[in-house]
């Protein structure tokens, strides 16, 4: 059975208009569900450290996508935001960014890509999700 | 009942598009799926492919390239780089279109039947029709991440992905 530790930094949820924690955030049915499964389908390691945060667009009513950051699987998985409860699989609409693979300069273009992004990009992703996300802990059944 | 259907041979450009459209395309199965949303993504990526064919120097690549050489170009199209070896997840998104496309007993068959008619019928089609055309499109980026780069201009978002037009001179 998994363990999952979840710790939500609660003080920080909506501090940024543009980050936000996936708690805090409509549209995300059942992600914490999805996340677990999706872990158990496609985890190599046994105990996974991810954090979760929202990236808000800037404008009136911008759509927002969760963000997984899963540094045991070196990814980063994009979940769409969904109206409906569904399929947990179904929240992951799109592939990931893979870390190895895809982070392709410091500066400038991202290239063409699609889920190409730099380093930065990926740095203050990850600093958000430390300030402003929720941390999960889920051990792989064997 | 109907007829089993079928993507065009790998080794084929046409069953090159294919796959890539259904990888890069959200199928039927996904709350978030319109079918005219599948479509313009579809005649986008066609667009895409053109434009990056016939400028390359704009896109930062050399010159002569092929349909074929910028799929399989891991800068371009992660997942296609060892095709018509697909890495796992990219196998997945395709096949289990066409493998639900033939299900007859499956609810959404309908659905991905089609979706995977409109694949191969943007594939083939002899251009572009003028509904569909985007003649600066340069590029998508999945939503959320960063644009392709200064010269890119953001023209809208469709199916998680942002599309993006660049000048071509």
């Not at chain 2, 450009?13 to 799926?33: C, D, K, N, V």
């Amino acid at each position: 059975m998994s363990i999952i530790l979840a710790l939500t930094l609660a003080s920080a949820a909506v501090a940024d208009t543009r980050w936000q924690n996936i708690a805090h955030t409509p549209g995300f049915p059942g992600w914490r569900t999805a996340i677990r499964d999706h872990v158990q389908r496609s985890a190599r390691h046994r105990i996974n450290h991810l954090c979760v945060v929202v990236g808000r667009d800037a404008t009136p009513g911008g759509s927002a996508t969760a963000y997984v950051y899963w540094p045991e699987q070196r990814r980063i998985e994009l979940l769409s935001q969904a109206n409906d409860p569904v399929l947990s699989q179904e929240l992951f609409a799109q592939g990931p960014i893979y870390l190895d693979r895809d982070i392709i300069g410091e500066h400038g273009q991202t290239g063409l890509s699609p889920t190409s992004v730099t380093r930065a990009w990926v740095h203050q992703l990850v600093s958000r999700c430390r300030a402003t996300g929720t941390r999960l802990t889920i051990v792989k059944k064997r | 009942m109907a007829d089993p259907i079928q993507l065009d041979p790998e080794a084929t450009p046409a069953g090159l598009r294919e796959r890539l459209f259904l990888h890069e395309t959200l199928s039927p199965g996904f709350p978030q799926y319109n079918r005219d949303d599948a479509l313009r993504v579809m005649w986008f990526i066609r667009q895409v492919l053109a434009n990056r064919v016939a400028h390359p120097r704009v896109f930062g690549l050399r010159s002569p390239q092929t349909e074929a050489s910028i799929i399989t170009d891991p800068r371009q199209f992660p997942g296609f780089e060892g095709y018509p070896h697909l890495d796992s997840g990219s196998m997945a998104n395709v096949y289990q279109c066409v493998l639900l496309a033939n299900a007859p007993h499956d609810r959404r068959q309908a659905a991905y039947r089609q979706h995977v008619v409109d694949a191969i019928t943007v594939a083939t089609a002899a251009g572009i029709p003028a509904d569909q055309r985007v003649p600066t499109a340069g590029g998508w980026k999945r939503h959320g991440t960063p644009s392709p780069g200064p010269k890119f201009q953001f023209y809208r978002s469709l199916q998680g992905n942002d599309y993006y037009t660049t000048p071509l001179s």
